[in-house]
């Protein structure tokens, strides 16, 4: 059983104009079993929540906290972050030339582990996970995202996911730049890896149409960042057909 915490959250990030807060206050719990829904217009401050509890440092965390499991997550670097159980899907994964996403998901997973992987069993749960996203098996010969398509990097995303089996995972916008099969491929292997692990999902999405294959648990409607509103499903509906233009008033955004 994990659970994040996050509790009266702020950040702030440096622009040319100077330093800006984006996070103002952010609550929000996540526990094993449960998709929470993150929905937002553009540049309310999804992805720097997103990337704020990962570890990103172009973020500077200015007041609150954010506990996986009763510990202290802003006080782990990245990769003790990952080690503890958090996993984030980027919304744009970098490229890692050089380095084949086989070499890439053995070498992680023995890092979140302690020690490596059997190889027959490894070799026969990364074939059968890249089968179950419709991955050719000559992409795990291939460097890390580089060449990708957008759908291949998000399925690689989702393939990391699945193998590397974190407590709570927050995914950044995997529906963006997806065709409807990607999307579809894509939820699937979310809707395995939370039946499978019972993992803890931050879902953040500009749109509704990813919630219909990936059912959330709760949805929570963010505005200049902040959460403005949270209820059930039926918020995501009533989101796709009034929009964000009630929370936007007198905002800010």
Request: glycine fraction near 10%.
């Given at each position: 059983m994990?659970?994040?915490?996050?509790?009266?959250?702020?950040?702030?990030?440096?622009?040319?104009?100077?330093?800006?807060?984006?996070?103002?206050?952010?609550?929000?719990?996540?526990?094993?079993?449960?998709?929470?829904?993150?929905?937002?217009?553009?540049?309310?401050?999804?992805s720097t929540l997103a990337y704020a509890v990962a570890g990103h440092p172009k973020y500077?965390?200015?007041?609150?906290?954010?506990?996986?499991?009763?510990?202290?997550?802003?006080?782990?670097?990245?990769?003790?972050?990952?080690?503890?159980?958090?996993?984030?899907?980027?919304?744009?994964?970098?490229?890692?030339?050089?380095?084949?996403?086989?070499?890439?998901?053995?070498?992680a997973k023995t890092a979140i582990d302690g020690e490596a992987p059997a190889l027959r069993t490894w070799v026969k749960d990364m074939k059968g996970a890249m089968g179950d996203l419709r991955m050719d098996p000559a992409f795990a010969e291939r460097n890390v995202n580089e060449g990708f398509s957008g759908g291949e990097k998000k399925r690689h995303e989702i393939l990391q996911m699945q193998l590397l089996k974190p407590g709570i995972a927050i995914l950044d916008e995997t529906d963006s730049g997806l065709d409807v099969d990607a999307l579809r491929i894509v939820s699937e292997g979310v809707n395995r890896a939370k039946e499978s692990t019972e993992i803890g999902i931050m879902l953040i999405t500009h749109y509704t149409r990813i919630l219909?294959?990936?059912?959330?648990?709760?949805?929570?409607?963010?505005?200049?960042?902040?959460?403005?509103?949270?209820?059930?499903?039926?918020?995501?509906?009533?989101l796709e057909n009034e929009g964000y233009d009630r929370y936007l008033v007198g905002s800010g955004s």
């Open positions: 994990s659970i994040l915490e996050i509790k009266n959250l702020h950040a702030t990030v440096e622009t040319p104009e100077g330093t800006k807060e984006i996070l103002k206050g952010v609550d929000l719990t996540i526990k094993s079993g449960e998709t929470h829904a993150i929905m937002g217009p553009n540049g309310s401050g999804k500077q965390i200015t007041q609150g906290e954010v506990s996986l499991d009763g510990e202290d997550v802003l006080e782990m670097s990245v990769d003790e972050r990952a080690r503890a159980g958090l996993f984030l899907a980027m919304q744009y994964p970098v490229e890692v030339p050089g380095v084949t996403v086989s070499n890439f998901l053995r070498t219909q294959y990936v059912k959330p648990d709760f949805v929570h409607v963010f505005v200049n960042g902040q959460i403005a509103e949270q209820g059930g499903p039926e918020l995501a509906e009533r």
